[in-house]
């Protein structure tokens, strides 16, 4: 046997013997796999459907049209584009089609729990290429303690002061509206990015958009972590609001390794171009051919995305997220916002004298995966950040529910905080819990 198919199923047995709590993986469907390692990935296809530049595109035309249909179905759009390889390209594909270099981009700061690719200085495209201005959290967001004695996570939850004196906003509080206005009206960007990837709140979109209009941007929305939550209809869409959304498909959507642009009414009506602008964009703007497997493969995600076993997926993902939080409160960590309105917490682990690199890399060996990752106003370097970022849908994909959660929650605690080994127990719960 090939080394490479080897390590191919050892991996495959590694991902059935351990949690995956990364945030940003999932288990996708076997007909997701089937259609990514088909026959598709030896066509070669740029352009788009009806204008190819090479010949025997009769099949897969009908396939990328399939996908681009369910996409503006699914996610109630007028315009989509499907041929994004990932979710940095997509975004990228925004910028190339709307600004110039030097033009000013807004987005969400890498420490806040935004992208790389909403604007982080100097050492990325969108950095180096134009002006970006960066907004945060509000400085009032911090963490909410373990909870003190009497006080129950309900309670925490609703806002009151923790022991420390901090009082854990809620609702819009997250995010400073009046800062971020304030940036915009001084800094006058072409594009706002509203988005995030380790952010466990519910966005308002709304608030978002009052400030795009006010200064003549347009309105961005990476939903990259949150697409299925959206289309579940457990977090509110910026469809409304944003004049393009951006989004990868394999997170919890649970489809394979790509991305898509969507032009809304609101953008189309902002400029009837936009669609096009996009389209030219990613080709010839920065791609060349599509890659035509996982193209039909995310088609298929997103039939499924439509189905109502998925709502019920989205909410279960919620649900566990919660019972996840909960758990790890009442055993003594903090969490950053004091809880998750998503599928994604994130721990403070500082009050532990626990690096978040040697926390993920103690949690793998017992076979729970997460990743390291920064806290809001974090002072440890990047690669050795000051938390962890664990989120839900890929075990509730394997069917576990609260109780499980509890569970994990339990072990996490006894690996950090105990230094006990649950590497067997969670064999056991895998065991339980097949993955498809």
Not at 101 to 126: E, V
Not at 357 to 378: R, S, T, Y
Request: hydrophobic share 40%; with cysteine; proline share 6%.
């Amino acid at each position: 046997m090939d080394p490479i198919l080897d390590l191919i199923k050892k991996e495959e047995v590694r991902q059935r013997d351990t949690l995956m709590l990364i945030p940003s993986e999932n288990y996708t469907y076997p007909e997701v796999r089937e259609a990514v390692g088909s026959v598709l990935m030896h066509k070669y296809a740029e352009g788009y459907p009806g204008k190819r530049y090479y010949q025997g595109m009769e099949f897969v035309d009908q396939i990328e049209n399939i996908a681009i249909d369910r996409a503006k179905s699914l996610f109630g759009v007028p315009h989509a584009n499907v041929q994004p390889y990932s979710g940095s390209p997509a975004n990228s594909a925004v910028y190339f089609a709307l600004l110039e270099t030097g033009d000013c981009l807004m987005g969400m700061s890498l420490g806040a729990g935004g992208h790389l690719t909403h604007g982080h200085p100097k050492i990325t495209f969108s950095g180096k290429y134009f002006k970006t201005i960066q907004y945060n959290l509000n400085v009032e967001t911090r963490l909410i303690a373990s909870l003190p004695s009497g006080q129950n996570v309900e309670t925490s939850r609703r806002g009151v002061s923790t022991e420390d004196g901090i009082k854990v906003p809620v609702g819009d509080d997250w995010f400073d509206f009046e800062e971020i206005r304030r940036l915009a009206i001084e800094n006058k960007p072409k594009i706002i990015v509203a988005g995030a990837t380790a952010f466990p709140r519910v966005i308002n979109w709304e608030k978002f958009a009052q400030i795009a209009d006010e200064v003549g941007a347009y309105l961005m929305a990476d939903i990259s972590h949150i697409a299925g939550l959206i289309t579940g209809e457990v977090h509110p869409s910026p469809v409304p609001f944003a004049h393009l959304i951006t989004t990868t498909t394999h997170k919890t959507l649970r489809g394979p390794r790509g991305a898509i642009v969507m032009v809304t009414e609101k953008g189309l009506k902002k400029d009837p171009d936009l669609g096009k602008k996009i389209d030219k964009a990613v080709f010839p703007g920065l791609q060349g051919g599509p890659h035509l497997e996982t193209i039909a493969g995310i088609a298929i995600a997103l039939e499924k995305a439509g189905q109502p076993e998925f709502k019920e997926y989205a909410a279960q993902i919620v649900k566990n997220a919660k019972a996840l939080s909960e758990k790890l409160l009442l055993t003594g960590f903090d969490l950053v916002t004091g809880g998750t309105d998503n599928h994604l917490i994130l721990l403070d682990l500082r009050k532990h004298g626990i690096g978040g690199k040697e926390a993920a890399e103690v949690l793998e060996k017992e076979g729970i995966v997460v990743n390291a990752n920064a806290v809001p106003f974090d002072d440890a370097p990047p690669f050795r950040p000051s938390g962890i970022r664990l989120g839900t849908p890929a075990v509730t994909a394997r069917g576990m529910k609260e109780k499980e959660m509890e569970e994990i929650g339990e072990m996490i605690a006894s690996v950090l905080l105990e230094k006990k080994l649950v590497k067997e127990e969670v064999v056991k719960l895998c065991g339980r819990f097949p993955v498809l």
